[in-house]
C-alpha cells in the first residue's frame, strides 16, 4: 500500500510550469501505474500535485481529466474507494468517460468503480471574481460539492492568477472581487439614469425651429408655384430639353417645400411632447 500523500496546494512554485509539462508527467504516473512500480507512481502523483499550483496558463479539460484519474488510482491503490469514485466522477465530468485502453485490464473492478458515482449532485454558485473562474478547463456557473475540482482564475490579460486542486470538503480560495465603485450601503453604485439634455427640454427651441422651417416651405411653396407658372406657359422658343429641364426645376422646388413642411409638422409635435416633461 501506498504511503499517504496530503493533497493541498504548494504555497510557493520554485518555478512556473506549463500545461503540456503536467500532461507529461501524467503520462509517467499512468505508465508507473500500469508497470504496478509503485514507487515511481507515488513520485509522479507528488510531482503533479506539486506543479498544479505553479501551471501558469489555462488547462484543458482533458489534462485535468487526467488529474482527476491519476488521483483516482491513487485512492484506489489507498483502499478508499469513496475518494476514487469522486475522483472518477469529476474525471467523467471533465470528458473522460472511461479509463484509458492499455491503463487497466479489462474487466478489472476499477471499470466498474469509474463508473460508480453519478456527475450530477449537490452544487453551489460561485462567488464574483475579478477574472474568468475555469473550474476543470471550462467556464462554470457551479461548483460541484461531491467531487474534486481543479480552479483557475484566469485574468483579463490570459494570465493565470492561480490553480488550486480542491476537494469537496475544501473551500474555494479568496480570490480578487471585481473592480467596483463602493457605497456606505449598498456596495455598489448603478449606473446613472440616462436623461435628456436640459437644452433639449425647450418647447420653445423646438417652436422656433419649426417656425424657420415653416418659413423656408413657404419660400419654396412659392418659388416653385411661380416655376409651374412658367413650365405651364406657353414659350414658343423652348425646345423639349428646356421644358424638360423646366420642368425638373419645378418638381425640385416642390419636393423640398413639401420636405420642409413635413419637418414643421414633426417639430411642432415634439415641442408638445417636451411641453409635458
Known sequence: MLPSLLIAASP???????????ELRLEDAQQAFSDLDSAAFEAGVRDVQAMLPCIGAPLAPGVAAEV?????????AQGDEAA???????????GQPTLPQGLVPAGHDLHELYQAQP???????????????????RIQRERSLDRPTVAQLQLASG?????????????LPA??????????????NPPPALSPSPVFRRPALWLGSAGVTAALAGV?????????????????????????AQ???TNRWAFGAAGLSVATVGLVGTSLVVAEW
Open 159 to 171: 494570465e493565470v492568477y492561480r490553480t488550486d486542486y480542491l476537494l469537496p470538503s475544501q473551500a
Open 247 to 249: 420642368e425638373q426645376l
Open 119 to 137: 456527475v450530477q449532485g449537490a452544487s453551489e454558485p460561485l462567488p464574483p471574481a475579478d477574472g474568468t473562474l475555469l473550474l476543470d478547463g
Open 84 to 94: 476514487a469514485q469522486a475522483d472518477f466522477a469529476a474525471a467523467r465530468s471533465a
Open 220 to 244: 419654396s411653396w412659392t418659388v416653385a408655384a411661380r416655376n409651374r407658372q412658367i413650365w405651364e406657359a406657353d414659350q414658343p422658343s423652348w425646345g423639349e430639353s428646356e421644358l424638360r
Open 175 to 188: 480570490y480578487p472581487a471585481p473592480v467596483a465603485v463602493a457605497t456606505g450601503e449598498t456596495g455598489l
Open 68 to 76: 482527476h484519474q491519476i488521483m483516482g488510482l491513487y485512492h484506489y
Open 12 to 22: 510557493t512554485c520554485p518555478q512556473e510550469t506549463t500545461p503540456e509539462a503536467l
